[in-house]
């Protein structure tokens, strides 16, 4: 199997008001709620880097699609890196996001491995870590 994801899906509450967050607060664009006319198919669906997307999913209709018991959410099983070019650049982020409405886990700071990152949490408590890593280039779009 060569390693080639395509779409990050979120589960979410509340399918409105992660609309809302990633749309009108952090400016991601789409074409907003989809799928209506299907009892477990409305979705949003948001163009990130060139071939992958991030879909908002409520938790109710993945649990319904995979079989999976709809169990409690939790922050802590993986986390989204958004990697920018500088360590302003992760303080102009984290600035934005908390506009938006996003909870600061750990604020923007030097790390020990000589990055600046922050984390920050969606409405839904999806963690995001914002990060400048010297070592990596980032792709502009």
Not at 103 to 124: M, R, S, V
């Amino acid at each position: 199997m060569k390693p080639y994801i395509s779409v990050i899906t979120l589960g979410v509450d509340d399918l409105e008001r992660s609309l809302c967050f990633y749309r009108d607060g952090l400016g991601f664009e789409t074409e907003g709620i989809i799928g209506q006319e299907f009892e477990y198919g409305t979705v949003v669906f948001i163009q990130l880097a060139a071939g992958l997307k991030l879909a908002l999913w409520p938790r109710k209709s993945m649990s319904h699609d995979t079989g999976l018991a709809l169990g409690p959410a939790s922050a802590t099983e993986f986390t989204l890196g958004h990697n920018v070019l500088s360590a302003q650049e992760v303080d102009h982020v984290m600035a934005h996001a908390v506009s938006a409405g996003a909870n600061i886990l750990k604020p923007a700071h030097e790390t020990f491995w000589g990055g600046y990152a922050g984390y920050f949490q969606d409405p839904d408590g999806h963690v995001w870590e914002v990060v400048w890593n010297p070592a990596w280039g980032v792709e502009v779009a």
